[in-house]
């Protein structure tokens, strides 16, 4: 079968996806909305073939592990069940997502390897049912299916069939800048998917999260169809400080923030009572991503710049969804049971 390369960005999410109702099929408790970027994304190219008896992962020209293998099979199996065929692949995938970013590599890494699987394999699906595939690997990777502004729809249905992504707005139709903010910190001791979990299940703020999460997001539709940045940015900075909340209601309390992270926080609210608009918000960790309109991300840029805690600063503007490339090379499956992997 021939190869297949296609190529997913990484999202931010401005409304949080923070719990899940469902852990086995990643469905959400609550819809989300972020933005597409333009400036790190993974590439993926896939081949199936009859000669493989199990899946060959191949992360950054190195033979991943097999927890990471595990990890990419679960999509696969789901691609693999709606052709009823069991016909094993080769994942070979590129991050251009330095871990020093700031950004999560599963959402466009999950993003492209369901793009890229599932034509790989003959399916032509559109991108809603793409987006519910790569869901089932990250749940923000079927936010990356789209560029531009998306929303993550929570769905209703146990068996999660409309839980699905679907895009807002194109990214060229509103530009801003998203400035991702990587401060001198420790590595984070609660990952992500436990945090929520323990929120889930422990936290005495999580229902106050619920009861309010609907509103926040009708007014980051409207903010959006709008175009109305103060708007935009009152609601996601808003919605970012209660997520973290919640952690603090959670058994045993825990916190992602550090003192950096309050100190560009304070910096930010500066700026605002100088007039220049800008906003924070905050994934599960202490880095900072703030959104700014782009006449105002030079000051922005260089007010955070001179700051001592200030590792490096990334700024990206709204991106694409996925794109198919012209495969430069193929992939021989059979032809890797006898050679280096490390040099396909």
């Known amino acids: 079968m021939e190869a297949v390369t296609a190529r997913a960005h990484t999202n931010i999410a401005l409304i949080k996806y923070w719990g899940k109702r469902n852990e086995e099929l990643i469905l959400p408790m609550n819809n989300s909305i972020s933005i597409t970027l333009d400036k790190f994304y993974t590439t993926t190219t896939v081949q199936f073939c009859s000669c493989l008896n199990e899946d060959m992962f191949l992360l950054n020209g190195n033979i991943a592990s097999k927890e990471e293998t595990e990890k990419i099979s679960r999509p696969l199996n789901i691609i693999r ?51 519910q595939i790569a869901r089932q690997g990250s749940g923000s990777a079927c936010r990356s299916i789209y560029g531009g502004f998306v929303e993550w729809h929570k769905g209703e249905k146990e068996d999660g069939t409309d839980s699905y992504a679907e895009q807002l707005l194109h990214p060229n139709e509103w530009k801003l800048s998203i400035l991702s903010v990587l401060l001198e910190s420790k590595p984070k001791k609660i990952l992500s998917r436990e945090g929520m979990k323990r929120t ?67 910096v930010i609210q500066e700026l605002r009572a100088k007039g220049i608009e800008a906003y924070f918000t905050i994934d599960a960790g202490p880095n900072v991503k703030v959104i700014c309109e782009s006449k105002n991300e030079e000051i922005v840029y260089k007010t955070l710049q001179g700051l001592p805690m200030v590792k490096d600063i990334h700024t990206c503007q709204p991106g694409p969804g996925i794109s198919y490339l012209a495969n430069k090379k193929k992939i021989h499956s059979c032809d890797l049971l006898n050679e280096d992997v490390t040099n396909v």
């Not at 409207?222 to 603090?248: P, S, W």
């Open 81 to 131: 069940k709606l052709v009823g065929r069991n016909i094993f692949a080769v994942v070979d995938s590129i991050n251009d997502v330095p871990t020093s970013a700031g950004f999560a590599s599963s959402a466009s890494g999950f993003a492209a390897l369901a793009a890229a699987a599932t034509k790989a394999i003959g399916l032509d699906l559109d991108s809603r049912e793409l987006s």
């Open 200 to 266: 889930v299940q422990t936290s005495v703020f999580y229902s106050g999260w619920l009861e309010t999460i609907d509103q926040d997001l009708s007014i980051a539709r409207h903010a959006i169809n709008e175009r109305d940045f103060e708007k935009l940015g009152t609601v996601l900075e808003k919605n970012a400080l209660k997520m973290h909340a919640t952690t603090l209601g959670a058994n045993p309390p825990f916190m992602y923030w550090q003192g950096a992270t309050i100190e560009i926080m304070n």
